[in-house]
């Protein structure tokens, strides 16, 4: 029978400047899944990790970078045929400075940082659209505003 898992995390490093929100996307290694795809951070949920913990792991491990603050933004599920089990992503906004040097893993071999509706365009997933026209909508002026109290994490 399929399996049914909170098993991943999606996370949006995001940036809100004086000419507005940037997010940082990064191209896969030729020896990673997806070649050459352009995405956000996304890894797994280790045992006994909480998703707010795998997503400041995963963002470390990825780029190097700490988030000055983390807000959840939403879930989606996604099936991996291989394994026959449907994901559910965890989706996280960090907000980092896009200043603070950036160390990728192997995974990847470039990162980009970019408008929103530009990444939307190069990015290999669809959902990322969505989720950025989340995160510009729930942290529009760099902050969740009156949801700060159930969105922040960090």
Same mark, same amino acid.
């Given at each position: ?20 929100? &940037? ?10 899944r997806s070649p050459g795809a352009w995405e956000v951070v $996304? ?13 400041? &792991?995963?963002?470390?491990?990825? +780029? ?7 807000? =959840?933004? !939403? =879930? ?5 045929? !291989? ?22 893993? !192997? @995974?990847? +071999? &470039? ?9 939307? @365009? ?8 969505? $989720?950025?026209r989340w995160i510009a909508r729930l942290l529009r002026d760099? !902050? ?7 969105? &922040?994490i960090v």
């Amino acid at each position: 029978m399929t399996e049914l898992r909170v098993g991943v995390v999606d996370v949006y490093p995001v940036e809100h400047g004086p000419t507005g929100w &940037r997010v940082l996307l990064l191209e896969r290694a030729e020896a990673a899944r997806s070649p050459g795809a352009w995405e956000v951070v $996304h890894g797994r949920i280790e045992a006994g990790e909480a998703p707010p913990a795998a997503a400041v &792991r995963e963002l470390a491990e990825e +780029t190097g970078l700490a988030p000055a603050r983390l807000y =959840s933004i !939403s =879930s989606h599920p996604f099936y991996v045929a !291989s394994v026959d089990t449907v994901f559910v992503a965890v989706t996280f906004a960090a907000m980092v400075s896009a200043e603070a040097p950036l160390h990728l893993g !192997s @995974e990847h +071999t &470039r990162g980009a940082w970019l408008p929103f509706a530009e990444a939307a @365009e190069r990015a290999t997933w669809p959902r990322a659209e969505e $989720h950025l026209r989340w995160i510009a909508r729930l942290l529009r002026d760099g !902050s969740a505003g009156p949801a700060e109290d159930v969105l &922040r994490i960090v």
